[in-house]
Nanobody
Framework: QVQLVESGGGSVQAGGSLRLSCAAS????????MGWFRQAPGKELEGVAA????????VYADSVKGRFTISQNNAKNTVYLQMNTLKPEDTAMYFC?????????????????????WGQGTQVTVSS
């Protein structure tokens, strides 16, 4: 059974930084793609960033491009989301997700339907 465990959330002032981690376990083959999503109260789930674990190519939402960086450490089975220049509108619950069923690049890599395993989430709060 695949398990994803997020960590690294917290409270920070606007302009600050946080690094989220997603540790994956319980699988016998590498995922096709890993993603980070977020959901603010009263808002829909939003895809933030994705990384194709084979080649390392990445995709970002326009709202975070240039501020967030997704990366992976295959030796540690961990995916990271480095978040810089945080804004109050980045406040949300952040979720890690994995696609273990797909092959190759997704048509919508930031779409939640592309992913089949999800973590429990970690809260990020940015104050102004």
């Amino acid at each position: 059974q695949v398990q994803l465990v997020e960590s690294g959330g917290g409270s920070v002032q606007a302009g600050g930084s946080l690094r989220l981690s997603c540790a994956a376990s319980g699988y016998t083959y590498r995922s096709n793609c890993m993603g980070w999503f977020r959901q603010a109260p009263g808002k829909e789930l939003e895809g933030v960033a994705a990384i194709y674990t084979g080649g390392g190519s990445t995709v970002y939402a326009d709202s975070v491009k240039g501020r967030f960086t997704i990366s992976q450490n295959n030796a540690k089975n961990t995916v990271y989301l480095q978040m810089n220049t945080l804004k109050p509108e980045d406040t949300a619950m952040y979720f890690c997700a994995a696609d273990f069923l797909g092959v190759g690049h997704h048509i919508h890599p930031l779409g939640p339907d592309e992913y089949n395993y999800w973590g429990q989430g970690t809260q990020v709060t940015v104050s102004s």
